[in-house]
């Protein structure tokens, strides 16, 4: 199995991991939404793929270490680093937030001018939270992880995103 199909598999369970616990820490629930559970995993599956292209893009576009040079070792390319950090933060979190949104309203909604209507009430909100936490995690990533493994380290940060994002979908 390669590295990238593991990452997504442990993506897609993450996700789903998060959206169970954050149904068994609302009180209100009686029983398990096992449609919300199937959507934080359909979701995972699809932002994990996404993901992995988007972080080898970014790395391959704007690499964190200027090459090496005869006279000079590799050194942190900061230009590279903020500008991948702010397309990162603006595209990138537009973009994922958006797939989110889509995966966890498509089926509930079932037509294409009510989804898309959710995801334009609830995008900026969604991404004014994400903005607390995700810049951070982007940055540890993009100076200390390699590549390949940014999309996993992320997943398991998001572990409590996808636990807040699960809460924020029950508070509809």
């Known amino acids: 199995m390669s590295v990238q199909t593991k990452v997504i598999l442990?993506?897609?369970l993450l996700k789903a991991a998060a959206n169970l616990t954050a149904q068994a820490a609302n009180s209100k629930l009686t029983a398990i939404d096992w449609q919300s559970v199937a959507e934080f995993a359909?979701?995972?599956?699809?932002?994990a793929h996404l993901n992995c292209h988007w972080q080898r893009f970014l790395e391959d576009t704007?690499?964190?270490?200027?090459?090496?040079?005869?006279?000079?070792?590799?050194?942190?390319?900061?230009?590279?680093?903020?500008f991948?950090?702010?397309?990162?933060?603006?595209?990138g979190l537009f973009l994922m937030n958006t797939v989110f949104l889509v995966c966890t309203s498509a089926v509930r909604l079932s037509n294409a001018s009510l989804v898309v209507a959710e995801v334009n009430r609830r995008i900026w909100p969604l991404i004014r939270k994400a903005w607390?936490?995700?810049?951070?995690?982007?940055?540890?990533?993009?100076?200390?992880?390699?590549?390949?493994?940014?999309v996993l380290v992320a997943s398991c940060v998001g572990f409590g995103w996808n636990v807040f994002l699960a809460l924020f979908m029950l508070a509809k």
């Open 84 to 91: 991948k950090l702010a397309i990162d933060q603006t595209v």
């Open 132 to 150: 607390k936490i995700w810049p951070a995690c982007a940055l540890v990533n993009f100076l200390w992880v390699p590549v390949e493994s940014r």
């Open 62 to 82: 704007f690499p964190t270490l200027s090459p090496p040079t005869p006279d000079k070792a590799s050194r942190t390319a900061w230009h590279n680093v903020l």
């Open 10 to 12: 442990q993506s897609t």
């Open 42 to 47: 359909i979701f995972g599956l699809i932002q």
